[in-house]
């Protein structure tokens, strides 16, 4: 595919997407998910590539889902838009590798939704975040009013979706919708470094982690623990896992 909005970069097991439509503020359009989900259908079976990063291209990564391409749409439209939208983003959270937003700037609307769907939210001290639909008359469309509460909290979420207001980097690290705040310099670094430290684990602890606990929120409590029990017992048939607990056991690092 000739990608139109996406720069897709892929160095050292790490792929990074750069969302690159700068005069809009890389927001989100049909196309946009189209070509997300060319790119997904053709990193799902590589298994040459250990960790996703998401940014964006100027001074947003991304300020919303496209409000020209909304404006003209009718009820049945809307609902296309939106669950397109969900589709995709679901496939994002569910990949087998961890996928880090790299927050460069505005993340507001559907660019909020976008980073919540990804694992870890890495931020410059510029990034802004929030859910402004309200101020336009509507609600969130790719699942904010579910993401934001479960990552938030019920408080937080409905704060930010009822009041539209938007926060700063250190507010979003104060209520846990980011892991860390850089300086804006360094937030390519950072995230690299977070990358690279899973790409590197050679076992299959950090895709199985992030199954169980992806796949556990959605279970009672019991199930989900029955379920890392039967996780935990399938990797003492790994070779990485044994190699992991002998080079601990011989004071070396593992050969994987
Ligand atoms: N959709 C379409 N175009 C957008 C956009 C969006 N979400 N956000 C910004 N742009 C465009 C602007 O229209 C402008 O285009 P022109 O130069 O052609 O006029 C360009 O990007 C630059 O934007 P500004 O001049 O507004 O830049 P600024 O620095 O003054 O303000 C901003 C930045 C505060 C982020 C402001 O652009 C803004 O408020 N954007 C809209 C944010 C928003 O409401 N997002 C939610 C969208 S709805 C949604 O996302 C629903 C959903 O959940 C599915």
């Given at each position: 595919?000739?990608?139109?909005?996406?720069?897709?970069?892929?160095?050292?097991?790490?792929?990074?997407?750069?969302?690159?439509?700068?005069?809009?503020?890389?927001?989100?359009?049909t196309?946009?998910?189209?070509?997300?989900?060319?790119?997904?259908?053709?990193?799902?079976?590589?298994?040459?590539?250990?960790?996703?990063v998401?940014t964006?291209?100027?001074?947003?990564?991304?300020?919303?889902?496209?409000?020209a391409?909304?404006?003209?749409?009718?009820?049945?439209?809307?609902?296309a838009?939106?669950?397109?939208?969900?589709?995709?983003?679901?496939?994002?959270?569910?990949?087998?590798?961890?996928?880090?937003?790299?927050?460069?700037?505005?993340?507001?609307?559907?660019?909020?939704?976008l980073?919540?769907?990804?694992?870890f939210?890495?931020?410059?001290?510029?990034?802004?975040f929030?859910?402004?639909?309200?101020?336009?008359?509507?609600?969130?469309?790719?699942?904010?009013?579910?993401?934001?509460?479960?990552?938030?909290?019920?408080?937080?979420?409905?704060?930010?979706?009822?009041?539209a207001?938007?926060?700063?980097a250190?507010?979003?690290?104060?209520?846990?919708?980011?892991?860390?705040?850089?300086?804006?310099?360094?937030?390519?670094?950072?995230?690299?470094?977070?990358?690279?430290?899973?790409?590197?684990?050679?076992?299959?602890?950090?895709?199985?982690?992030?199954?169980?606990?992806?796949n556990?929120?959605a279970?009672?409590?019991?199930e989900?623990?029955?379920?890392?029990a039967?996780?935990?017992?399938?990797?003492?048939?790994?070779?990485?896992?044994?190699?992991?607990?002998?080079?601990?056991?011989?004071?070396?690092?593992?050969?994987?």
């Amino acid at each position: 595919m000739d990608y139109q909005i996406l720069k897709i970069q892929i160095a050292d097991r790490i792929a990074t997407v750069t969302i690159s439509r700068p005069a809009a503020l890389n927001a989100l359009n049909t196309n946009f998910f189209k070509e997300l989900n060319h790119f997904l259908d053709d990193l799902e079976p590589r298994d040459d590539v250990k960790a996703l990063v998401i940014t964006g291209e100027g001074k947003a990564f991304v300020a919303g889902a496209d409000i020209a391409e909304m404006v003209h749409m009718n009820a049945e439209e809307g609902y296309a838009f939106s669950t397109f939208g969900q589709r995709t983003f679901d496939r994002l959270e569910q990949l087998a590798i961890p996928v880090i937003a790299a927050v460069n700037g505005y993340a507001l609307g559907g660019g909020c939704e976008l980073a919540m769907a990804c694992d870890f939210r890495i931020a410059s001290k510029l990034a802004k975040f929030g859910q402004p639909e309200m101020n336009l008359g509507m609600i969130p469309g790719y699942a904010a009013t579910q993401r934001l509460s479960r990552i938030t909290g019920l408080g937080n979420a409905l704060y930010l979706i009822l009041t539209a207001d938007t926060i700063s980097a250190d507010d979003a690290l104060r209520i846990g919708l980011v892991q860390k705040v850089t300086e804006p310099e360094q937030l390519m670094e950072e995230v690299m470094k977070l990358a690279a430290k899973m790409a590197g684990n050679g076992s299959q602890a950090v895709p199985r982690s992030k199954r169980i606990i992806r796949n556990g929120i959605a279970m009672d409590f019991k199930e989900a623990s029955e379920l890392e029990a039967v996780e935990f017992g399938k990797q003492f048939s790994d070779e990485a896992t044994k190699e992991g607990m002998k080079a601990f056991l011989e004071k070396r690092k593992p050969a994987w």
